[in-house]
């Protein structure tokens, strides 16, 4: 299955909000309407004129509308007889209005009417051509002093082409070849080639949360950290060129529409997240499998309005939309040069991180997890990431180490890649070792030939080999000219190096044990560095000198009582101003903002609801 990191306080109640919707779907069937509104109703006897054209055919998202209707809300289609699935009772098979978007040219901007007409979209793709009905929102009048309104179905029919979703038209023009694994593998290489990353949208106001730079673990396992920027943007709008093309596959997305054309081309197929790696499927029929998936090429940049490259107007004078002309506008827009609005005043970057944390240090993250940086050995200069639009950047690989199943400080950090307390060597038997100050060879080896030998003691990751039950220093550093573990054993063999050095970069499984990797497992980290988003990043932080305190009791007494929920109260109505110190007990939730929820929680903690707080 792929691991999605959950955070803490994610759950969501989706039944409870599917009989909410469902519910607000029949209550707004039939709405009532005041009959001293009566007579501003307009008159539900009007017969208006529709003419619905595929924007992109054959693929069954965008359309266009002509229509003398004035309101684009009062009316829809639905496509009743569809072989798509049925996904929802709210929005099954209908075609209504589309977004707002950026890039066409809107006539009226409140009604989004252009072009005597309106955009219009099948946002589940569920429609397959044929025919399909019109729907009315009317104005009933009942007697009385009581007025309705409701959806109608017209008796009109109107008819559209044949029309296909993006997966289907992926098989019918790509799935080449007999068989399954023929028509999956020629359908993954087409993705390879026309799949991007994402879509380009504006760039909207640039704004800034009341929080530092901050260090979080990324959302997927296979990843390591990303600096969070404290800047956002605020009244950004979509591009059609964007939503047009049906091929803007991120790492979610990739793989996930491998898996539908999986399935659809041979049911009794089956497929699983890789483990590890959240951008791939292994796909398994008739006893064979493979591993599809991936992410698109070029992610979309965020461009200023006077940077459109295409008004779309979806007139007789506007150059049709083609799946070519659609990718070719999105490669144009990632040629476009934006200038960096993101202030830097205060930024946090790798480079720092890595300066700060010397030849290893505790970091405290985002949300309160704990991690272990250390250098790579590096020169400070090698920092592989990927840049956010807003001015964050996840980490990759460099000269910065970090630790993923290592045994660190006497301490386990786990696939998260974070502290996991209470681990004994018992429980991670075979997780990597990391080593302050070990003694390993420098040997510049090129093209068969020792250039050169030194030694150095620096901070080491050691691998665990299950072949040999060993342990073995990785590359020393990475991408250098020195030679690794498995040159090093090489010369050994042949005799041409000295023992020592292959016993340098080895650990054993009796010396890992002696090591005692797991003494301090109990023990939260005392020291190290702040990348919270709540000081300044990198500022240095203390555990033993740091005053105790009890989550909850936030006059300091000793005891948890019903007066410290109403501390919380007084602050948050700015009745009173809690000290630091009084802040931390009565964060109780642990989200770092003092809030009603904390004082809560302490009520429900004193009413035995909860066993504990924090």
Same mark, same amino acid.
């Given at each position: 299955?792929?691991?999605?990191?959950?955070?803490?306080?994610?759950?969501?109640?989706?039944? %409870?909000?599917? =009989?909410?919707?469902?519910?607000?779907?029949?209550?707004?069937?039939?709405?009532?309407?005041?009959?001293?509104?009566?007579?501003? =109703?307009?008159?539900?006897?009007?017969?208006?004129?529709? !003419?619905?054209?595929?924007?992109?055919?054959?693929?069954?998202?965008?359309?266009?509308?002509?229509?003398?209707?004035? +309101?684009?809300?009062?009316?829809?289609?639905?496509?009743? +007889?569809?072989?798509?699935?049925?996904?929802?009772?709210?929005?099954?098979?209908?075609?209504?209005?589309?977004?707002?978007?950026?890039?066409?040219?809107? @006539?009226?901007?409140?009604?989004?009417? =252009?072009?005597g007409g309106y955009l219009f979209r099948a946002p589940n793709r569920d429609v397959d051509g044929g025919n399909i009905v019109l729907k009315e929102y009317?104005?009933?009048?009942? !007697?009385?002093?009581?007025?309705?309104?409701?959806?109608?179905?017209?008796?009109? #029919?109107?008819?559209?082409?044949?029309?296909?979703? @993006?997966? +289907?038209?992926?098989?019918?023009?790509?799935?080449?070849?007999?068989?399954?694994?023929?028509?999956?593998?020629?359908?993954?290489? %087409?993705?390879?080639? %026309?799949?991007?990353?994402?879509?380009?949208?504006?760039?909207?106001?640039?704004?800034?949360?009341?929080?530092?730079?901050?260090?979080? #673990?990324?959302?997927?396992?296979?990843?390591?950290?990303?600096?969070?920027?404290?800047?956002?943007?605020? +009244?950004?709008?979509?591009?059609?060129?964007?939503?047009?093309?049906?091929y803007c596959l991120d790492s979610i997305a990739f793989p996930s529409t491998m898996a539908i054309i999986s399935q659809r081309l041979e049911p009794t197929s089956t497929y699983e997240w890789m483990e590890g790696g959240h951008a791939y499927i292994s796909? %398994?029929?008739?006893?064979?499998?493979?591993?599809?998936?991936?992410?698109?090429?070029?992610?979309?940049k965020k461009v200023n309005d006077s940077q459109i490259l295409r008004k779309f107007t979806f007139d007789s004078d506007d150059a049709p939309v083609t799946l070519e002309s659609a990718y070719k506008l999105l490669i144009d827009y990632s040629k476009v040069e934006t200038e960096d609005d993101i202030p830097r005043d205060d930024e946090l970057t790798w480079k720092q991180v890595y300066d700060t944390v010397g030849d290893g240090a505790w970091a405290r993250l985002y949300d309160g997890d704990y991690t272990y940086f250390y250098d790579c050995i590096g020169d400070g200069t090698n920092f592989k990431k990927s840049d956010f639009d807003n001015g964050g950047s996840l980490y990759w690989w460099g000269d910065l180490g970090y630790c993923r199943d290592t045994w660190a400080d006497g301490r386990y950090i786990g696939e998260w890649c974070v502290l996991k307390p209470g681990a004994t060597f018992a429980d991670y038997p075979n997780g990597n070792v990391l080593v302050k100050n070990a003694t390993i060879p420098l040997i510049t080896y090129q093209r068969g030939s020792i250039r050169g030998i030194a030694e150095t003691t620096a901070t080491v990751l050691y691998l665990y080999d299950s072949e040999t039950d060993e342990w073995h220093a990785a590359s020393i550093?990475?991408?250098?000219?020195?030679?690794?573990?498995?040159?090093?054993?090489?010369?050994?063999?042949?005799?041409?190096? @000295?023992?020592?050095?292959? @016993?340098?970069?080895t650990l054993t499984r009796a010396q890992v044990e002696a090591m005692q990797v797991d003494s301090q497992t109990n023990v939260v980290p005392q020291n190290g560095f702040v990348y919270d988003g709540k000081l300044v990043p990198g500022t240095p932080f203390d555990a033993s000198a740091e005053p105790a305190f009890i989550k909850g009791d936030v006059n300091g007494d000793g005891t948890v009582e019903i007066c410290d929920a109403t501390m919380i109260q007084e602050h948050v109505a700015e009745r009173i101003i809690l000290t630091d110190e009084q802040k931390k007990a009565a964060d109780t939730n642990g989200d770092g903002v003092i809030d009603i929820n904390d004082a809560t929680l302490i009520q429900k903690?004193?009413?035995?609801?909860?066993?504990?707080?924090?």
């Open positions: 299955m792929m691991k999605k990191r959950q955070r803490k306080g994610a759950g969501i109640m989706k039944k %409870t909000l599917s =009989l909410i919707t469902v519910a607000a779907v029949v209550f707004m069937s039939l709405v009532f309407v005041p009959a001293s509104h009566a007579e501003e =109703l307009p008159d539900s006897t009007k017969q208006y004129s529709y !003419e619905i054209t595929p924007i992109m055919e054959p693929f069954n998202n965008f359309f266009f509308v002509k229509t003398d209707n004035p +309101d684009p809300e009062s009316f829809c289609f639905i496509d009743e +007889d569809s072989r798509y699935e049925n996904k929802g009772a709210n929005d099954s098979r209908t075609i209504n209005r589309a977004p707002r978007f950026a890039d066409v040219a809107y @006539d009226d901007e409140e009604t989004l009417r =252009l072009s009317k104005y009933v009048k009942r !007697e009385g002093w009581r007025s309705f309104m409701q959806w109608t179905t017209s008796p009109d #029919v109107y008819t559209l082409p044949p029309l296909v979703d @993006d997966f +289907d038209y992926l098989i019918e023009t790509y799935g080449e070849g007999e068989g399954f694994w023929s028509k999956m593998n020629a359908i993954q290489n %087409t993705l390879r080639e %026309t799949a991007l990353y994402s879509g380009p949208s504006t760039r909207g106001k640039v704004m800034r949360r009341d929080r530092e730079w901050m260090i979080s #673990v990324a959302g997927y396992i296979d990843q390591s950290f990303s600096i969070q920027s404290p800047y956002y943007r605020s +009244d950004a709008l979509p591009l059609f060129a964007s939503w047009a093309y049906p796909v %398994t029929f008739d006893g064979q499998t493979g591993v599809y998936g991936g992410a698109g090429s070029i992610k979309g550093p990475a991408n250098s000219q020195y030679a690794v573990y498995g040159s090093i054993r090489t010369l050994v063999k042949q005799g041409r190096l @000295d023992q020592k050095y292959l @016993d340098m970069v903690y004193i009413a035995e609801l909860i066993d504990s707080l924090g």
